[in-house]
């Protein structure tokens, strides 16, 4: 069974930093993975997606990476703002089975 | 539709009713999923549906838990003799090729 693991767990940051969200698993056959953002009481926002045969993804201030040989994805987020405030969630397909596997994610706060 | 959307947002119900949550995917979307996401916990898969293939029903926490999918587009997720601990955002989500998943706002479904 894949597991994926989240940390840290919380972050809170100055407004303008520049931070970095860890995602590792545990089975490098994957599919693909996802990053999403979740805003409390709300469903999910996909943010990027990344193919196994992809390195990275890059979209505005955020920036994607992939590792499989070593189980790890990145979220790469430039100069943070306020609105950055959510929860950050991974989450990877695998070639068998249908499911994503979700970590837990990362709850930001971003600090005016 | 534009985006993937979900009835009721909320809902409130007594312990041993019946209850059905909607999932209006996205048009043209073959791929579907239930997850389940309980307070302080991560996303549970669920159920998923293919196409016309028999849906991946491995996810399903009890047989009180079922769902279907009528014409390949609405979905509906069917709780028989609710219990508390059955109280979580029940998110749905659909994709067309796997390479992008979009997800709804959920349905908050409260057991007291």
């Known amino acids: 069974k894949q597991e994926v693991t989240q940390i840290p767990a919380a972050l809170s940051v100055p407004e303008g930093e520049n931070l970095v969200l860890n995602c590792s698993f545990t089975d490098s056959a994957i599919y693909n993975l996802q990053w999403f953002r979740q805003d409390p009481g709300k469903g999910l926002t996909s943010l990027l997606l990344i193919q196994s045969s992809q390195r990275e993804q890059t979209s505005g201030r955020l920036n994607a990476s992939l590792d499989k040989s070593s189980g790890r994805s990145t979220l790469y987020i430039a100069a943070s703002q306020p609105g950055d405030s959510a929860t950050y969630l991974c989450?990877?397909?695998?070639?068998?089975?249908?499911?994503?596997?979700f970590g837990t994610g990362t709850s930001l706060t971003v600090i005016p | 539709g534009a985006g993937v959307s979900q009835s009721p947002s909320n809902k409130v119900t007594e312990k041993g009713k019946d209850v059905e949550l909607r999932c209006d995917p996205i048009?043209?979307?073959?791929?579907l999923y239930w997850y389940r996401q309980s307070l302080g916990q991560g996303l549970e898969f669920l159920i998923y549906?293919?196409?016309?293939?028999?849906?991946?029903k491995s996810g399903l926490p009890s047989d009180r838990f079922s769902a279907e999918r009528t014409g390949g587009s609405v979905s509906t997720l069917t709780i028989q003799r609710t219990q508390q601990e059955d109280s979580a955002v029940y998110l749905c989500?659909?994709?067309?090729?796997?390479?992008?998943?979009?997800f709804g706002s959920g349905t908050r479904l409260t057991v007291v």
């Open positions: 048009s043209g979307h073959t791929a």
């Open positions: 989450a990877v397909r695998i070639y068998t089975g249908n499911q994503f596997y």
């Open positions: 549906f293919q196409g016309n293939s028999a849906p991946d």
């Open positions: 989500a659909s994709s067309l090729d796997h390479y992008g998943y979009t």
